[in-house]
T-cell receptor
Framework: GNSVTQMEGPVTLSEEAFLTINCTYT??????LFWYVQYPGEGLQLLLK?????DKGSNKGFEATYRKETTSFHLEKGSVQVSDSAVYFC???????????FGTGTSLTVIP | DADVTQTPRNRITKTGKRIMLECSQT?????MYWYRQDPGLGLRLIYY???????NKGEISDGYSVSRQAQAKFSLSLESAIPNQTALYFC???????????????FGPGTRLTVL
C-alpha cells in the first residue's frame, strides 16, 4: 500500500540556519509527491511538488528532490526565517490518482 | 480568487448533538474530500467523493456521514457527536488527472470542532 513517513518534530532552529525535514514513502507505481505548509490557524497550502523521479520542486527558497532509489522527498532550505515557522506535511498522490496520503507533520519554530 | 470555504469556522457542541459541517468550492473541481487533523496523527481521510453520485469511505468513516449536494458542495455530518470527535476538520478539492500532471489538493481554512 501507500504511506508516508516523515521526521518527527518539533524542530527549533535559529534564523538563517539550514533546514532539512526528512520524508520517505512507500508506494506502488509512480506517485506524485508534495510538500504542504500549514501556518497557525490556517489550512494547508501547497509548498512544492514533483511528479516523476529526479524532479526537483522548489518554492520560496525551499527545495525537495524526488529520489526513487531511496524513496525519499526530503525538504531543505538554506537559510530559514522566522516567517517559516509552521507545520510541514509530506504527501503523495497514488499512481491511480484516487487518494492522497499524508505524513504526520513536522512542526518548525524559527527563533530570531 | 477561486476558493474553498468552510462553515462554521468554529463550533462547540455537546455530546449526542447532530452537527453538520459545510464545504463549498468555486474551483470547478470534481473531487472533494473531508479530513480530520489531530495532534501527532496528521491528516486522516474521512470520506471522499469523485462526483455527485460517487461517495467513498476513507480510513475513519465510522460516526460520520456525508452528502454531495452539488459538484460545488460537500457536507460532513456527525449524527451523534462524541468527545473524541473533537478535532480540526478540513475540506479539500482536486481534479481528476492522469498521474503525469500530478494535480494537488486545495484545502479550506478548517473547522475547529469541540464536543463537550
Amino acid at each position: 500500500g501507500n504511506s508516508v513517513t516523515q521526521m518527527e518534530g518539533p524542530v527549533t532552529l535559529s534564523e538563517e540556519a539550514f533546514l532539512t525535514i526528512n520524508c520517505t514513502y512507500t508506494a506502488t507505481g509512480y506517485p506524485s509527491l508534495f510538500w504542504y505548509v500549514q501556518y497557525p490557524g490556517e489550512g494547508l497550502q501547497l509548498l512544492l511538488k514533483a511528479t516523476k523521479a529526479d524532479d526537483k520542486g522548489s518554492n520560496k527558497g525551499f527545495e525537495a528532490t524526488y529520489r526513487k532509489e531511496t524513496t525519499s522527498f526530503h525538504l531543505e532550505k538554506g537559510s530559514v526565517q522566522v516567517s517559516d515557522s509552521a507545520v510541514y506535511f509530506c504527501a503523495l498522490r497514488g499512481y491511480t490518482g484516487n487518494q492522497f496520503y499524508f505524513g504526520t507533520g513536522t512542526s518548525l519554530t524559527v527563533i530570531p | 480568487d477561486a476558493d474553498v470555504t468552510q462553515t462554521p469556522r468554529n463550533r462547540i457542541t455537546k455530546t449526542g448533538k447532530r452537527i453538520m459541517l459545510e464545504c463549498s468550492q468555486t474551483k470547478g473541481h470534481d473531487r472533494m474530500y473531508w479530513y480530520r487533523q489531530d495532534p501527532g496523527l496528521g491528516l486522516r481521510l474521512i470520506y471522499y467523493s469523485f462526483d455527485v453520485k460517487d461517495i467513498n469511505k476513507g480510513e475513519i468513516s465510522d460516526g460520520y456521514s456525508v452528502s454531495r449536494q452539488a459538484q460545488a458542495k460537500f457536507s460532513l455530518s456527525l449524527e451523534s457527536a462524541i468527545p473524541n470527535q473533537t478535532a480540526l476538520y478540513f475540506c479539500a478539492t482536486s481534479v481528476t488527472s492522469g498521474r503525469v500532471t500530478g494535480y494537488e489538493q486545495f484545502f479550506g481554512p478548517g473547522t475547529r470542532l469541540t464536543v463537550l
